[in-house]
């Protein structure tokens, strides 16, 4: 969760207007997965004509694989 929140701080800097941040897998090393996300602006994933640069990445921990996603809303009009 705190990485999630750095994560969307640094975005602040840029000129956007949304972002949403996903984690999943076994968060806190706990036996569990689950899966937790923030979201902060608007994110209109409905818009076909809306600029939304996504991506996704597996991080290998100690306890196992995560999967991070992002999704940034740039508004260029």
């Known amino acids: 969760r705190k990485a999630m929140k750095k994560a969307i701080e640094l975005t602040k800097k840029a000129d956007i207007r949304g972002v949403k941040v996903k984690i999943a897998g076994r ?7 689950r899966a937790e996300s ?3 602006g608007r994110l209109p994933l409905q818009t076909i004509r809306a600029k939304i640069d996504y991506c996704c990445y597996p ?11 992002f999704w940034i809303f740039v508004d260029k009009e």
Do not use: F, N, S
């Open 59 to 69: 991080i290998r921990t100690i306890y196992g694989v995560l999967g991070v996603k």
């Open 38 to 40: 923030i979201k902060k």
């Open 27 to 33: 968060l806190g090393g706990k036996e569990i997965a």
